[in-house]
């Protein structure tokens, strides 16, 4: 970053002394920090220094003078043409973010903080502020002349597309590594080309600018995450011609060798060597051989990256892909060239990589020379830190209860210190959906279960709960899970960075609680709920519950009554048994699941949208065999709140319904309707109660 940039002034405002210096801390070293603590102080320091400063960061709410206040004066001063403004705020809602935007914010960042979102949206304000003029002429006249270093030029181009591509920033680089290390090998290889080494280092710059054509490009087609129609495809296909377009309008400049060179590449790096790429259909070495290389080194990142639309491959895959062609065809000299470099340019592009610091690892870095005492933040932020992480630690050890973090773009767990002693693993979990410990303590279906549980919130309603069962220490024990996910944008575009929760154990009370409780509320026969106490748990449930919908489900054994005749009732007995254990382990624990009286039972159940869907794997599931013994069922289902509010309603709309099933000639299930009203009753709602 240029001398002059590191001398930009940019104003934090902000009442939290901690967010002041972790910003402090992220843009400390490229920026001079000026800071507030309220829209007055704010105000007073622009009057100061106006002139001074690049940009603001500001809060919204404050004490004294909130964010608002300090905008509106900006407007009436004429300050806010002057200094871009950045709002940085936990508040998501739509109009607090689109009233800031009508008052002059170019942009919005959300807490907590992420350095890399932060820094990025900081120097691109700054970078759309000072070059507006360069952005929207891109190659115009201006640039060149001001420009002095082509180096620098190029640089500039390349990365101006790829902010805009929505692509990582290493892609230039990556292809100028990539195409440097191939024409290295291809003049040692054959002089055909005239490869000296200013002509490589001449290609291996214009390389940065093969997609500059894309600025011209739509962003929804440019950016789109699926595949594209045959239209958009056409439309995307024309940057090539496009950019050559660009190059050669350059005015005074069109002869220079790296313009020329640059064109060849814009123009034909879509070209393939058996004629069938595009735009002019160009074959064999009809096509310069700088665009032969750019066009394979552009391939092979775009196999190893990943895009909106594609995971990425590895080195070796993306290599096979590129010799068996199934990427077009190129030159075999080429291939020849990539295969002899292939384990070197692996190792070429990690470094390269590792010396640029990519972005996405600075997080991880940060954490790891902390850990082992170097001075990375500043002290007063290390101090707060601290102060928070002994909190943290003495609540958690305090609480006996197991606390995590997770984060979808790392795919980490973070547990608790207690926590992580306690269930017997590390701290730090990677990939624990897939981690063979975790998949022990917690099986794999029930953390499928959760995450499912977790991604269908909704930034107004984050939290979820639930007992499991985790095996700790060689015996299983209850706890209950409360997790909050964490949403990360504004309302009518919010995306799930990940969740903190935790597990509580309730294993006593549960044992505590079975005891005293299941010879009174529970069937002595099935081990599941009476009717009684069913009802009164669904009562509950009902009474406390917000937007859920939930089902109650009344079925009967068919022809039940052959298996007491024909087999005995001990025998009857135990299909009993077998009933009420498939539900039990195809259920959820907080599921509510009773037998009614004989050969009924209920079951009651919160779901999401596909309710039908549920309803049927529940009826599919009892069905089957027990000992030469057909089971099947017929079934009546209503639905809270849409057939009732209260239990009564419900269990007589499901009783209705079941009614009608039975009729219907069994073996299946029917949903209330009120063309079921006034059917005959099969149960009554207090049946088998004691």
Not at 177 to 184: A, D, G, V
Not at 418 to 445: C, R, S
Request: with cysteine; glycine share 6%.
């Amino acid at each position: 970053m240029s001398e002059s940039l590191r001398k930009k002034k940019i104003l934090v405002v902000d009442d939290s002394e901690m967010n002041r210096s972790i910003l402090a801390d992220m843009l400390g070293d490229d920026y001079e920090i000026l800071e507030a603590t309220n829209g007055v102080e704010a105000i007073a320091l622009i009057k100061e220094r106006e002139s001074e400063i690049t940009l603001m960061l500001l809060d919204i709410v404050m004490p004294q003078m909130d964010g608002f206040e300090v905008l509106s004066i900006m407007n009436k001063g004429g300050w806010i043409g002057n200094i871009p403004v950045i709002m940085i705020s936990a508040e998501t809602s739509s109009n607090l973010v689109n009233q800031a935007y009508d008052m002059g914010v170019t942009d919005y960042i959300s807490r907590p903080f992420d350095g890399k979102i932060v820094r990025r949206r900081v120097n691109n304000t700054i970078m759309l502020y000072t070059k507006q003029k360069m952005l929207q002429g891109m190659i115009a006249e201006q640039i060149l002349e001001k420009e002095k270093s082509s180096s620098l030029m190029v640089d500039i181009l390349s990365n101006i597309v790829e902010f805009r591509n929505g692509e990582s920033g290493l892609h230039v680089l990556h292809v100028r590594t990539i195409t440097e290390t191939l024409l290295k090998h291809l003049a040692e290889k054959t002089d055909q080309y005239d490869l000296n080494h200013t002509k490589i280092a001449m290609i291996s710059l214009a390389s940065a600018l093969h997609d500059i054509g894309k600025i011209s490009i739509d962003e929804k087609i440019l950016n789109k995450p699926g595949r594209l129609t045959d239209e958009e495809f056409v439309i995307m296909k024309t940057h090539s011609a496009i950019g050559g377009d660009m190059l050669m309008n350059v005015a005074h400049r069109r002869d220079e060798e790296l313009v020329k060179v640059a064109y060849e590449i814009c123009r034909w790096h879509h070209e393939r060597y058996n004629g069938r790429g595009y735009p002019d259909g160009l074959k064999g070495e009809e096509i310069p051989i700088s665009a032969q290389v750019v066009a394979m080194a552009d391939v092979y990142d775009a196999l190893t990256s990943k895009r909106v639309y594609k995971p990425a491959f590895s080195h070796e895959k993306a290599v096979e892909m590129i010799m068996n062609g199934e990427c077009g065809v190129f030159n075999p000299l080429l291939l020849e060239c990539l295969q002899d470099v292939k384990e070197y340019l692996k190792e070429e592009l990690e470094n390269k990589t590792l010396k640029s610091v990519a972005e996405d690892e600075v997080q991880s870095m940060t954490e790891e020379l902390i850990a082992k005492g170097d001075t990375i933040a500043s002290d007063r932020t290390l101090r707060l830190l601290e102060q928070e992480r002994i909190k943290y630690q003495f609540f958690a050890s305090m609480s006996k209860e197991i606390q995590f973090e997770y984060n979808v773009d790392t795919d980490m767990v973070t547990l608790s210190e207690w926590g992580a002693k306690y269930l017997g693993v590390d701290e730090l979990i990677m990939h624990p959906f897939e981690d063979e410990k975790m998949a022990k303590i917690l099986n794999v279906e029930k953390m499928d279960e959760i995450r499912r549980k977790v991604r269908a919130t909704n930034y107004t309603n984050p939290v979820v709960g639930g007992v499991y069962r985790l095996h700790v220490n060689g015996e299983d024990r209850w706890h209950r899970m409360t997790v909050r996910a964490m949403w990360e944008g504004t309302e009518e575009k919010m995306h799930y960075t990940g969740a903190i929760g935790k597990f509580a154990n309730v294993d006593e009370d549960y044992k505590r609680m079975d005891s005293l409780e299941k010879e009174a509320s529970h069937d002595t026969l099935t081990g599941l709920f009476n009717h009684m106490n069913a009802r009164k748990r669904i009562e509950a449930v009902l009474a406390e519950r917000r937007d859920h919908t939930y089902s109650l489900i009344l079925f009967d054994l068919d022809h039940f009554k052959d298996a007491n005749d024909q087999y005995g009732h001990l025998f009857g007995d135990n299909v009993l048994k077998h009933v009420a254990q498939k539900l039990t382990d195809n259920l959820r624990r907080e599921d509510i699941v009773a037998r009614v009286g004989g050969d009924e039972f209920m079951i009651f159940l919160e779901h999401g949208g596909n309710f039908e869907a549920q309803v049927k794997r529940i009826f599919q599931v009892i069905d089957g065999e027990y000992e030469n013994f057909q089971i099947s069922v017929s079934m009546g289902v209503s639905l809270a709140p849409k057939d009732g509010e209260d239990y009564e309603t419900l269990f007589h709309a499901a009783d209705q319904a079941l009614y009608v099933s039975k009729r219907g000639g069994r073996n299946q299930y029917r949903f209330y309707d009120n063309s079921m009203k006034g059917t005959l009753s099969v149960l009554s709602p207090m049946d088998g109660e004691e």
